[in-house]
C-alpha cells in the first residue's frame, strides 16, 4: 500500500509495518541532550526528534496484526527491545536517538514498536508516558 508523508515522498506500508499520524509529542530531557550535544551514541543528521508521541494507526502493511486502522497508539522507545534485559543492539533502534523521532505528522513503525494506551487517556496524556519502561515493568 503506498503511504503519502507530507513531504511529497511516498514510501510502501511493507509487511508488519503500520503508519501512525501523531496528534501529540513530549519534549524530555534526553530529547533536548539529543538535539543539542547528539546525545549519548553518535546520532546521524538531520534527525527528527522527540521519543515520546502518541496518535492513532491510519494505514497498515500486509501481514499486521497487533494494530489496525483507528486504534490509538503510542511508540516504545526502543523499538526492538520487547522483553527481558537490555542488550546493547537495542540502542541502535531508539526513537529521537538512532532513529527519527515522532516529531513528525506520519511515523512509519513496525507494529512491535507500538502499543495501546489506554481509553481514558487523551493523546497528550498518552505522550507524557515513557511506554518503553511501562510495558516492560508492568
Known sequence: MPCSFPNGLIHRCSTA????????????????????????????????????????VVEVGPGVTRVKVGDRVAGIFFQQWLAG?????????????????????LVLLHEDGLVHFPVHMTYEEAATLHFGKIVITV
Open 17 to 56: 509495518r503500520c503508519v501512525s499520524g501523531f496528534r501529540a509529542v513530549s519534549l524530555n530531557y534526553c530529547d533536548l541532550v539529543t538535539v543539542k550535544h547528539g546525545g549519548v551514541r553518535a546520532v546521524r543528521l538531520p534527525l527528527i526528534p522527540c521519543s515520546d508521541g502518541a496518535g492513532e
Open 85 to 105: 534485559d537490555i542488550r546493547s543492539a537495542y540502542f541502535d533502534a531508539a526513537l529521537g536517538g538512532t532513529l527519527d523521532g515522532m516529531l513528525a505528522d
